[in-house]
Antibody, heavy 119, light 110 residues
Framework: QVQLVQSGAEVKKPGASVKVSCKAS????????LHWVRQAPGQGLEYMGI????????SYTQKFQGRITMTRDTSTSTVYMDLSSLSSEDTAVYFC????????????WGQGTLVTVSS | QSALTQPASVSGSPGQSITISCTGT?????????VSWYQQHPGKAPKLMIY???KRPSGVSNRFSGSKSGNTASLTISGLQAEDEGDYYC??????????FGTGTKVTVL
């Protein structure tokens, strides 16, 4: 079955970077887009950006421009989200989610990765 | 891009119907029929419940239905059940490769 499995929880100090992975299985990796969405504790969902595994192209929301990088490894069907210059406001659960091109919805989602930023 | 506006909480008794609204602008909700809805239980990932305003994915109960009028989309849960408790989020495609989520609604079954 289609599955997105994310890497484990991380604890980082302010100013550091974090790299979260999302491994896809059960479908042709390059035929679907992958998005990243985060959720701060007790808060709502916040859209971060998209990576297109077919060609590796990316688009990020303006809020994260300059400190977010999404990459992919087609040999392992894995996408990565790298967020730098972390602050306490980046403490959140980070989700990856799949979209078929031009479908405009996300299904399924990864299980989420908790990133805690604390000194 | 501002979050879409949802009521913070909605409640109902078992068997009743409830409706959650999702208000945006002509640049997002009102522009295309691409609003989707997600259910989230505590500590879990969101689950797709409605896509393209009115469509239900395979496996989602027909007690869930969606609609849209102008810049406001709505999710209706009929025959409310205890398992429907959780948080619900709407989502719309906004601009080129940008999406916006709703503020979220906590559904309580009394």
């Amino acid at each position: 079955q289609v599955q997105l499995v994310q890497s484990g929880a991380e604890v980082k100090k302010p100013g550091a970077s974090v790299k979260v992975s999302c491994k896809a299985s059960g479908y042709t990796f390059t035929n679907y887009f992958l998005h990243w969405v985060r959720q701060a504790p007790g808060q709502g969902l916040e859209y971060m950006g998209i990576i297109r595994p077919g060609d590796g192209s990316t688009s990020y929301t303006q809020k994260f421009q300059g400190r977010i990088t999404m990459t992919r490894d087609t040999s392992t069907s894995t996408v990565y989200m790298d967020l730098s210059s972390l602050s306490s406001e980046d403490t959140a659960v980070y989700f990856c989610a799949r979209e078929q091109e031009r479908d405009f919805w996300f299904d399924p989602w990864g299980q989420g990765t908790l990133v805690t930023v604390s000194s | 891009q501002s979050a879409l506006t949802q009521p913070a909480s909605v409640s109902g008794s078992p068997g009743q119907s409830i409706t959650i609204s999702c208000t945006g602008t002509s640049s997002d909700v009102g522009s295309l029929n691409v609003v989707s809805w997600y259910q989230q239980h505590p500590g879990k990932a969101p689950k797709l419940m409605i896509y393209e305003v009115t469509k239900r994915p395979s496996g989602v109960s027909n007690r869930f239905s969606g609609s849209k009028s102008g810049n406001t989309a709505s999710l209706t849960i009929s025959g409310l059940q205890a398992e429907d408790e959780g948080d619900y989020y709407c989502c719309s495609y906004a601009t080129t490769y940008t999406y916006v989520f709703g503020t979220g609604t906590k559904v309580t079954v009394l």
